[in-house]
């Protein structure tokens, strides 16, 4: 099976606003996942990484449920990294997964959505093949 890949983060600021798209690819499957709400330079992570796991909703089966709970940034050596806290709840038992992705720098609306494939990747290939 293939792996989750990201194929696109497209990122507008508006008047206070940020609304990111995120588009993953899955075996020739592609899902978009958007999120539009007022937010600060601060808080672009976490919106880029509630737009990825928006697109991974799409994509995993429906008795999957994915909530991000966290997205932090913070410095590994001279770079930025952003490190994701997502839960899976499936009918018999819920998971806290991990992911991270460093970058060189702003902007970290890629690295958040790489921290999300990071963190759910391994266990949406379980989820498929169960």
Known sequence: MARLRILRVRVERHSGRVAVAVTLGRDGELATGQVDRQA???DVPRVAA???LEALRQIAPARAHWTLREAV???VAADRAVIVHVTLATEDREEQ???SA???GPP???AA???VV???DRRLGWLIRT
């Open 97 to 99: 997964l991990i992911g």
């Open 102 to 104: 460093l970058s060189p």
């Open 40 to 42: 600060g330079d601060a």
């Open 73 to 75: 940034v913070g410095r």
């Open 108 to 110: 970290l609306e890629e």
């Open 118 to 120: 990071d963190a759910v």
């Open 50 to 52: 509630e737009a990825a």
């Open 113 to 115: 959505a790489r921290a």
